[in-house]
């Protein structure tokens, strides 16, 4: 199910990460770590089921760290323009590659 999604599942998607034992629910897109200007992560999230508790409590990660997807986010026509010009941006690369460590901040 994860290759459906070529890099960007929908903001409200619940996903694992491999190696971790809670789930995040994703909230974002391409977001830097302020302690690391260079690296843009796919996506930013939150603990799943207790959302978003401190801003400084965003788990920042990549579609490839991605165990499992237990749910996908609402999609609708706009949420897909909106990813197709996402791809559009990555893909054309406005938006450095990053290299793909394991990081998260929760």
Sequence with gaps: MKEEYARFLPVGSVVLLE???????????????????????DY??????????SSDET????????????HIGFSDPEEVAFKERLNELVNASVMPQNSKEETTNI
């Design 19 to 41: 190696g971790a034992t809670k789930r995040l629910m994703i909230t974002g897109f391409c977001t830097m770590d302020s302690a690391e200007s260079e690296k843009i992560y």
């Design 44 to 53: 930013c999230g939150c603990l799943y089921p207790e959302g978003m508790i």
């Design 59 to 70: 788990a920042l990660f990549d579609h490839d760290q991605i165990k499992e997807i237990y």
